[in-house]
């Protein structure tokens, strides 16, 4: 992939129509606080989504999000070329998740076609897996084009050690797997310091750090179509998730799910007729 920071303002056009998107798209997390009627238990979980309001008919849909990720096709994917600026961020407690709403500027190169970094929000465990594989902290970066439409790009964190160094661990199954030494995510340590407690609090956060920061340094992915993971499930979103994953402490992870007091996971969907190219 090809990852290039792109410090210079766009021009007053595209200022307009990326606010304009931001204003009028229902991108998940975004909906969530006109539509916080919903939740991730008891009578407002992920199985009622469709019965609790007519505008959630593709909750039921036979390609929605999240899914298990297996059986990938090879695939002469392209790399993504990734245009990130520095900036600051509005930082949103709306309930389900924090939200990071990031200034106009950002943008993915995806198929042709110009999408722009609306959002980035959390889901605690990951609502994708892996192989099987459920990681504690996963990250959605919402895009959106000139029409409305969404590719997102998820990024799994892992949890490492605090001390310096290596370590090696040991399955049940007898397999020894190295997990790296854990350092706070910069880009993590500057929202979560102005992470909004309690719901509906919003916090803007001036520090120029960029989104970027979050990514894996080899951004190698597989891809898939599906759907917003939340409320209204629409369908049609391109799924980029990154093959690597991000090491973080314990303590970061701990932190988000200690405002939420509950996971925020919507339960694996089929996939269905779906392929999944990497």
Known sequence: MILRINLNTRNLQLKKIIITVAA?????????????????????GSENWATLSADNFACTGKNQSPINLTGFIEADLSPI??????????????????????KEGSSIKLDGNTFNLLQVHFHAPSENNINGKSYPLE???????????????????????????????????????????????????????????????????????????????????????????????SEGVRWIVMKDSIIVQKQQIDAFKDILHEPNNRPLQPVNARVILQ
């Open 81 to 102: 070329e990734i245009d990130y600026m520095k900036g600051g961020y509005e930082i949103v407690n709306n309930g389900h998740t924090i939200q990071v709403n990031v």
């Open 24 to 44: 009028l798209i229902s991108t998940g997390a975004l909906y969530a606080e006109e539509n916080s009627s919903w939740g991730y238990s008891e009578q407002t």
């Open 139 to 233: 990250a959605h970066l919402v895009h959106s084009d000139t029409q409305g439409n969404l590719a997102v790009i998820a990024v799994m964190f892992e949890q490492g050690i605090p001390d310096k160094g290596l370590e090696v661990k040991t399955d049940k199954y007898g397999s020894r797997q190295v997990v790296a030494a854990a350092s706070p995510n910069k880009w993590l340590r500057n929202i979560w310091s102005a992470m909004p407690l309690h719901a509906g609090e919003t916090q803007n956060l001036s520090d120029m750090v960029n989104v970027a920061d979050i990514l894996p340094k080899h951004q190698d992915y597989y891809r898939f179509n599906g759907s917003l993971t939340t409320p209204p499930c």
